[in-house]
T-cell receptor, first 111, second 114 residues
């Protein structure tokens, strides 16, 4: 059974800092891993999708990597801004359409 | 990407009543999903709704409590029945296509049960 965890649970950084969010999963036979952003009381915004054959995906200041052998994915945010403050969720699917979500990392970027 | 809307965006309901949440997509999709996010928690899948078939419920969720309809390829409803304060959550629908993997989420419905 797939389990997904995220460390740290919360993170506070000064503006401009580069940061890494971590996502670990127990079943290495994943099909996709997707990173989302959630603002307080809102729905989820898809950030990046990494398919099992890929190692990383980039979008603007965001870069997500996937290492299936170690059961890890990281989300790298360059030059963080206060507008990046949100909860970041990763979700993995193991060959089916069902996503298992991580516990989330609550990020606060201080101006 | 798909654009998804949900109604209502929020509601406050009394215990024992039921609420039906609507999910509308701007394009035809095979699979629609309903998730629950309890306060301070991550998302938990309630059920998968495919058009023309019964919804498939995850462990811990039953049809009598969360009946789902999927009348066509762009619309679904989730009813939260006989509500109790423990049902206070954000309910989100999402869509995806088999083989593509990426899922898109609606804005969510924030439900408070008093």
């Amino acid at each position: 059974k797939q389990e997904v965890t995220q460390i740290p649970a919360a993170l506070s950084v000064p503006e401009g800092e580069n940061l890494v969010l971590n996502c670990s999963f127990t079943d290495s036979a994943i099909y996709n891993l997707q990173w989302f952003r959630q603002d307080p009381g809102k729905g989820l915004t898809s950030l990046l999708l990494i398919q099992s054959s890929q190692r990383e995906q980039t979008s603007g200041r965001l870069n997500a990597s996937l290492d299936k052998s170690s059961g890890r994915s990281t989300l790298y945010i360059a030059a963080s801004q206060p507008g990046d403050s949100a909860t970041y969720l990763c979700a993995a699917t193991s060959g089916t359409y069902k996503y298992i979500f991580g516990t989330g990392t609550r990020l606060k970027v201080l101006a | 990407s798909a654009v998804i809307s949900q109604k209502p965006s929020r509601d406050i309901c009394q215990r024992g009543t039921s609420l039906t949440i609507q999910c509308q997509v701007d394009s035809q999709v095979t699979m629609m999903f309903w998730y629950r996010q309890q306060p301070g928690q991550s998302l938990t899948l309630i059920a998968t709704a495919n058009q023309g078939s019964e919804a498939t419920y995850e462990s811990g969720f039953v049809i009598d409590k969360f009946p789902i309809s999927r009348p066509n390829l762009t619309f679904s409803t989730l009813t939260v029945s006989n509500m109790s304060p423990e049902d206070s959550s954000i309910y989100l629908c999402s869509v995806g296509e088999i083989g593509l993997g990426e899922q898109y989420f609606g804005p969510g419905t924030r439900l408070t049960v008093t």
